[in-house]
């Protein structure tokens, strides 16, 4: 004669604590894996704009270069070192004259008495300000702005 098996309340709470478990073991790695996703772009922008940071001097002198000489060729190669730069996700701070100053974008370097126009009205771009695509400042804009 064949025994009967009875199935306790006991195993059937252990099948749920057994689920319960697998559940959070399984959010846990959902979670490590976009932790793990971001701390990878989180480090891949911090190396970007490490990198920046050390060639925007050189671009710095060759536009300084260009506005002395206003050599053709070299306009090619500044525009094609910025288009390199817009590729990477690095673009320039818009600093246009008659654009307002932002704290958060610029760096006031002068400031200049005038009749006409608002209170803190760029005049003038002094050096150009860098960002990444995700808006983090590489190098503030410096500007000139209207008292």
Known sequence: ????????????????????QLMRALADYDNLKKRVEKEKKDWEEESLIKFAAQIMPILDMLVNINAHTKDSGLAIAIKEFEKALNSLGIEKIPADPGKMFDAALHEAIEGEDTENGKKG???????????????????HARVKVRK
């Open 1 to 20: 004669m064949a025994k009967k098996i009875k199935v306790s309340k006991t195993v059937n709470g252990q099948e749920q604590e057994l689920r319960g």
């Open 121 to 139: 009205e760029i005049l003038e771009e002094l050096l150009t300000g860098w960002k990444t695509s995700s808006g983090r400042v590489i190098r």
